[in-house]
């Protein structure tokens, strides 16, 4: 079975026309405003953020601020 690639552009460009299609302009851009690229670098805020915690405290913190009050640390 040979299946054809498109390249990415091209499967962009019929993503943007289908959307523009159904939804039209207004509302296909504000679809696509919410996968905008950030800023930053996400994995070593993150290792910044959590730095000496491990998944089992962090779990329980977010239990304790679920019932209402925050986890001795």
């Known amino acids: 079975m040979n299946v054809h690639i498109q390249p990415l552009s091209e499967v962009t460009n019929r993503a943007r026309s289908a959307l ?3 939804l039209g302009v207004t509302d ?3 679809f696509l405003s919410q996968f905008r690229a950030g800023s930053g670098d ?3 805020e993150r ?3 959590f730095e000496g915690e491990s998944v089992k405290t962090i779990i329980a913190d977010i239990k304790a601020r ?3 009050r925050a ?3």
Do not use: F, I, M, P
Request: charged fraction near 40%.
């Open 20 to 22: 523009v299609k159904e």
């Open 28 to 30: 296909t851009l504000r």
């Open 42 to 44: 996400y994995t070593t």
């Open 47 to 49: 290792e910044q953020l």
């Open 66 to 68: 679920r019932n209402g």
């Open 71 to 73: 986890s001795e640390k």
